[in-house]
Nanobody, 130 residues
Framework: EVQLVQSGGGLVQAGESLTLSCATSGFSFDDYAIGWFRQVPGREREGISCINNSDGRTDYADSVKGRFTVSSDNAKSTVYLQLKFLKPEDTGVYSC???????????????????????WGQGTQVTVSS
């Protein structure tokens, strides 16, 4: 059974940091891409970051570049998203997702589509107060 179990998140003040975790099981972690997405009520889901475990490439949305860092611990089959210098506009539900990426797919496709992930975590709330 495929599982993506998220942890982390919470309420922080602007400028502070958080680390989100996405612990996976039930699939060959090294062959998968993991994406992080943010959902805000009334807005479309936004691709925040991704890591292609098959080649290590990463990508970020322009809004978080330089502040967020995605990393992968293959031994633990876990992906982390470190959020620094948080802003109120970073508030939202963050979800991780997993899928087998097409060969040589640009990371922008993994982040923004058109390509769909197969499995999703349960989501975790991040709230940044001003």
């Amino acid at each position: 059974e495929v599982q993506l179990v998220q942890s982390g998140g919470g309420l922080v003040q602007a400028g502070e940091s958080l680390t989100l975790s996405c612990a996976t099981s039930g699939f060959s972690f090294d062959d998968y891409a993991i994406g992080w997405f943010r959902q805000v009520p009334g807005r479309e889901r936004e691709g925040i970051s991704c890591i292609n475990n098959s080649d290590g490439r990463t990508d970020y949305a322009d809004s978080v570049k330089g502040r967020f860092t995605v990393s992968s611990d293959n031994a633990k089959s876990t992906v982390y998203l470190q959020l620094k210098f948080l802003k109120p506009e970073d508030t939202g539900v963050y979800s991780c997702a997993a899928g087998v990426p097409p060969p040589n797919v640009p990371t922008r496709i993994l982040l923004h589509g058109p390509w769909e992930y197969d499995y999703w975590g349960q989501g975790t709330q991040v709230t940044v107060s001003s």
